[in-house]
């Protein structure tokens, strides 16, 4: 039984769009709660890109989204870690470890409507967003291996 909320393409940019609306929405009640400021500047980093990807998203042409998607490196860091609820009084690593499994559940998501044969037809779209999400995690991990696994 197909999927309504992916009849079409702007359905499935549609859902995506407002997925990065809700999560640049979340990221910057974070960085409203926190006093810590280098939480509260990488909050307001990690919003920004949510918003620069909606617009990359509102901007997409059929033609992009026909192409395949190019793989994207994963360290795994944060795969075995467990979630991380957010909290004003949150540490840098477990900010970072709550948004890098935030995008791994992103990641799975696309990847998971990627693979549904019902959805064939967008199969592309969904690797295309799993791609990004994939890449918003590798950023988050490459600064937890850097600030946080360094022996600095």
Known sequence: MPDPR???????????IQREIDAASSYGRMAGMTTTPGLRQLL?????EE???RRLLE?????????????????????ALEDIAPAPDMTFQEL?????????KAEDLYAGLARR???AEHRNVFEFLAGQ??????????EYEAYVLSDD
Do not use: C, Y
């Open 6 to 16: 992916f009849q079409s393409l702007s359905d499935v940019l549609a859902f995506a």
């Open 44 to 48: 307001i980093e990690l919003k920004g």
């Open 51 to 53: 918003e620069n990807h």
């Open 59 to 79: 901007g997409m042409t059929v033609e992009r989204l026909a192409e395949p998607a190019a793989p994207v490196a994963d360290m795994g860091l944060s795969d």
């Open 96 to 104: 970072l470890i709550f948004a890098a499994r935030k995008e791994k």
């Open 117 to 119: 044969p019902e959805l």
């Open 133 to 142: 999400e994939g890449t918003h995690k590798l950023k988050l991990e490459a």
